[in-house]
């Protein structure tokens, strides 16, 4: 079967991990060749559907997230056929240019190449703006100015008793007044800027002696931690089962809750809700040997 994508994952899949893997196919793979990929493995599976353990098909919703959980489906689906051991179709790449020339434990060079390529499209489009701006006349804002003078009668006002002589003209007392100038002396327009205070920033310190005795009691840092659904496991399993086979593998269990039952036929499975260290949060998948049946799924916290 020809399709790009499956043959790149089926030849790396159990020899690179599963991080890995994801990373370098969300950044290399279109949204379409994605759903077209998740397409074809979810119609080889059509006989297996009937199997309580096979991953359901699901239609991911457009956004951010959609491209990597389309390749976590089409991961699951392949781990269902490793752990059923099902001979899977040869996929076959017809066009080499859709795919990788790297190997996916070189995900640091598909980010650096995508992040070059991204550069290279705004320098494009700053250069385009740069000679769309110099192709255009440049025109003076300048206008000539006319001064208008005020329209006063140059005759002195006459009062009775008062020499004319020595009174001064009406055109020399308004001439003076600064409400008339739009120039300064040098025959520049004048600019006004405000003079904005400059506003010091507060203070800020975080305290950093530690062992050292005081009165205060200081809140400790939240912890940054990953949820994890467990199930499909026998009724009689409890959450110290589940803990200790974690911690046995060197997974650093935070808290395991059981989940209550709420439908007739959830009382034939026990299932957890596990938080485990940020650290761990793909050891769990990962390293542990998780025995056969077990589905085990990152924790979807949905919005109320």
Not at 125 to 152: A, H
Not at 227 to 251: A, K, Q, W
């Amino acid at each position: 079967m020809v399709n790009e994508l499956l043959c790149f994952v089926t030849n790396y899949f159990g020899k690179v991990a599963k991080t890995n893997i994801t990373t370098t196919v969300v950044g290399f793979y279109e949204e379409e060749e994605l759903v077209a990929a998740k397409s074809a493995i979810y119609g080889f599976a059509e006989p297996y559907k009937s199997s309580d353990s096979f991953p359901r098909y699901r239609t991911r919703k457009a956004g951010d997230n959609k491209k990597r959980l389309d390749c976590e489906d089409i991961y699951a689906v392949l781990e269902f056929f490793d752990k059923q051991q099902v001979a899977l179709p040869k996929y076959v790449a017809l066009n080499l240019v859709r795919v990788p020339s790297i190997q996916p434990d070189e995900t640091d060079i598909v980010k650096l190449a995508i992040a070059v390529s991204d550069m290279r499209q705004q320098l494009r489009d700053i250069q385009g703006t740069v000679c769309d701006l110099s192709k255009k006349t440049v025109v003076s804002c300048e206008e000539p100015v006319v001064q208008v003078q005020p329209r006063v009668s140059e005759e002195p006002i006459v009062h009775p008793g008062v020499d004319v002589s020595t009174a001064p003209s009406t055109r020399q007392l308004f001439s003076d007044l600064p409400v008339f100038r739009t120039k300064n002396d040098d025959g520049e327009w004048c600019t006004v800027t405000a003079n904005k205070k400059r506003v010091e920033p507060p203070r800020r310190m975080v305290g950093a002696v530690n062992n050292q005795p005081t009165r205060l009691k200081v809140v400790p840092a939240k912890r940054k931690t990953w949820h994890v659904f467990v199930g499909r496991l026998h009724p009689d399993t409890s959450d110290e089962d589940i803990s200790g086979f974690l911690e046995e593998t060197g997974i650093n269990v935070v808290k395991c809750l059981p989940l209550k039952v709420t439908e007739e036929w959830q009382k034939q499975y026990a299932a957890f809700h596990v938080v485990v260290d940020f650290s761990d949060k793909d050891k769990i998948f990962d390293s542990v040997q998780w025995p056969v049946g077990v589905d085990v799924r990152d924790w979807v916290f949905r919005k109320q």
